[in-house]
């Protein structure tokens, strides 16, 4: 999948306020991807029409209704993140390799089964518990020298209506990187006579945390045939990043390739927490021995979301009379705010195998055992326009109007399909899966691929899996925007590397 990240920025246009969002942080918090058990990883994600896995209370909470025992089940895994950045304005730029692994937890609960084959209602079962929905654990770095500066920024903001921002330009002023000449209105920078020169970048950025929900699911099984259930969705949303960005004048010769200017640095927090609340309803029709049919709508998730921010600069600068460094910081800004995500409908078909085997029991060849042996092969087909995300800001109607206008013309639909299957053999277990995802911005017609694979031993009381999920994602990021200055671009590669391990106890 190719885009332009402008999370670098986290701004939109010139605000005059770091808190303001873009249609990339509406992306970020509504582009969900369920964890789940090591079962539904290995076989695709795609369990919806399957159901009898703890998954499934985040997509389809119908499938609920097959269990007929009680069950507990814990998801511990390692996340990696291994991600080459290049910055494609360097003639000479190298691709840069960073990793990051976070250990974490894909699910946690317990479903109650209350199973009765004398009635109608063959089943009714309640579910409780935690599904992982996003990671944003990351790091990256990139570095090379291009022509432009970030200080083209903060003096296109300064020289804007929108004026001095306490978080950029208001700090660029403070430590001289923006000054007037001769008491005018007009804010000047090092960089005016020599808008082409080289300028050496390098900047860290280092992401952390997760959306993870917490599920509260019913179920009910009428007769084998319909089974019908629902969800209520609570997403506890984690999201931190820091960004430590430096520029040098590396040039040769006393007064290098600019003037006066020596070195600059610019560092940005933000941290953003919240919950949200949605209802998850779907259905599963048996419509015989072999197939299931499956279809699931998830309305809009509604979150209340605090932003908590900070930036710092440091300056340096020589001129007639010396060496000079400043430094200034930021007050602590806050910012609360809300967000509607789109409308989810889910369809599903599973197609199961049942096959088996003699085997003599114990040994004992005039005692003869079935042995399980087949298995499933299932599809999910997904659809949300992520062009419907709305922010809501109290208060800010003009800075809400430009942000939503922003995102239906950046952001649209998109289809997601999902493809897994299982295949056991007594206790034994092996499954395999593929995700298939279109690009959600408009006019971009690439697809990202998921492919995932794992095993498992069942037993009657207990059951452990393992799988293993592989992402490759490509992406133009942008360190800071600019309307008139030199464009920065950095080209990455993130291959997105995920072990999950599933213990799990039933009882009857």
């Not at 806050?334 to 197609?351: C, D």
Request: hydrophobic content about 35%.
């Amino acid at each position: 999948m190719k885009y332009t990240i402008a999370f670098a920025a986290l701004l939109f246009c010139f605000s005059g306020t770091m808190w303001a969002q873009n249609f990339s942080d509406a992306l970020r918090l509504s582009n969900f991807q369920v964890g789940g058990t090591a079962r539904s990883i290995g076989a695709g994600s795609a369990m919806g029409a399957m159901g009898s896995d703890f998954s499934v209370m985040s997509t389809n909470p119908a499938g609920l209704g097959w269990y007929r025992g009680s069950e507990f089940v814990i998801s511990p895994g390692v996340f990696n993140a291994s991600t080459t950045s290049r910055l494609l304005n360097d003639d000479d730029g190298t691709s840069i390799e960073e990793n990051r692994a976070n250990f974490n937890l894909n699910t946690f609960g317990v479903v109650f089964a209350n199973a009765n084959t004398n009635r109608d209602w063959r089943a009714t079962n309640f579910a409780i518990g935690v599904n992982r929905l996003a990671n944003f654990h990351q790091d990256f770095y990139f570095e090379g020298s291009s022509p432009g500066s970030i200080v083209n920024r903060f003096q296109e903001q300064a020289n804007s209506q929108a004026g001095f921002s306490d978080f950029e330009s208001g700090l660029a002023f403070d430590v001289g990187a923006l000054y007037q000449i001769g008491g005018d209105d007009f804010y000047s920078s090092d960089f005016d006579n020599t808008p082409n020169a080289d300028v050496f970048k390098r900047q860290d950025v280092f992401t952390s945390g997760a959306i993870n929900e917490f599920v509260l699911s019913f179920a009910g099984n009428y007769k084998e045939r319909l089974l019908i259930g629902g969800t209520v969705g609570v997403p506890i949303v984690r999201y931190e990043v820091d960004k430590e960005y430096r520029e040098e004048d590396r040039g040769m010769g006393e007064e290098g390739n600019i003037p006066f200017f020596n070195a600059l640095t610019y560092n940005e927090n933000l941290s953003t927490s919240g919950t949200g609340i949605n209802l998850k309803l779907g259905a599963i029709y048996r419509a015989n021995q072999m197939l299931r049919l499956g279809m699931a709508v998830h309305s809009p998730t509604f979150m209340r979301l605090d932003d908590v921010y900070t930036a710092s600069m440091g300056y340096s600068y020589t001129d007639q009379e010396g060496d000079f460094d400043f430094s200034s910081e930021s007050p602590d800004g806050s910012f609360e705010y809300r967000l509607q995500t789109p409308w989810r409908f889910i369809g599903s078909a599973g197609f199961i195998i049942n096959n088996g085997s003699l085997k003599p029991a114990d040994g004992n060849r005039e005692l003869m055992v079935r042995v399980p042996r087949g298995g499933f092969i299932s599809a999910e087909i997904e659809y949300l326009n992520y062009g419907e995300n709305q922010f809501r800001y109290d208060g800010f109607g003009d800075a809400e109007r430009e942000v939503n206008a922003a995102i239906a013309e950046e952001l649209t639909s998109a289809w997601n399909l999902r493809l897994g299957g299982e295949y056991a053999y007594d206790q034994f277990r092996v499954r395999a899966g593929y995700t298939l995802q279109q690009s959600p911005l408009q006019g971009d017609d690439t697809t990202n691929s998921i492919i995932s694979a794992g095993l498992g031993l069942h037993k009657k009381t207990f059951f452990l899996d393992m799988a293993y999920r592989r992402q490759m994602n490509e992406a133009l990021y942008t360190p800071y925007l600019t309307f008139d200055a030199p464009e920065q671009l950095v080209e990455q590669q993130a291959n997105l590397g995920q072990i999950v391990f599933t213990l799990g106890f039933r009882w009857f």
